[in-house]
């Protein structure tokens, strides 16, 4: 599977944007995708994720703020982030899980004060 990630940019804090996330295949039968985040001097970490039938699990640090989302008639999947602060900032990686990992190129978000 391979995944075509976008929609990163720069942002000032308490702005918005949103994240799209086209894989090769068929997004309806993915059993579980999502986002991470690498932030500078971190680890990657976990930001959202959703599975097959739809059910969503998110971070304690974006819960609230992101939205993950999917439109299998576009087979594409989204993450709305509302509410931006500085400490969002990183490279956002989409990603799904069929018994291993397949990872997004990545695309940058850069929230300013």
């Known amino acids: 599977v391979q995944l075509q990630a976008s929609g990163g940019g720069q942002v000032q804090a308490g702005g918005s944007l949103r994240l799209s996330c086209s894989p090769s295949g068929s997004i309806s039968v993915i059993p579980l995708m999502g986002w991470y985040r690498q932030t500078p001097g971190k680890q990657r970490a976990l930001v959202a994720g959703?599975?097959?039938?739809?059910?969503?699990n998110y971070s304690g640090l974006v819960k609230g703020r992101f939205t993950i989302s999917r439109d299998n008639d576009k087979n594409t999947m989204y993450l709305q982030m509302n509410n931006l602060k500085v400490e969002d900032t990183g490279v956002y990686y989409c990603f799904t899980y069929a018994g291993d990992f397949n990872w997004g190129q990545g695309t940058l978000v850069t929230v300013s004060s």
């Open positions: 959703m599975t097959e039938s739809g059910a969503t």
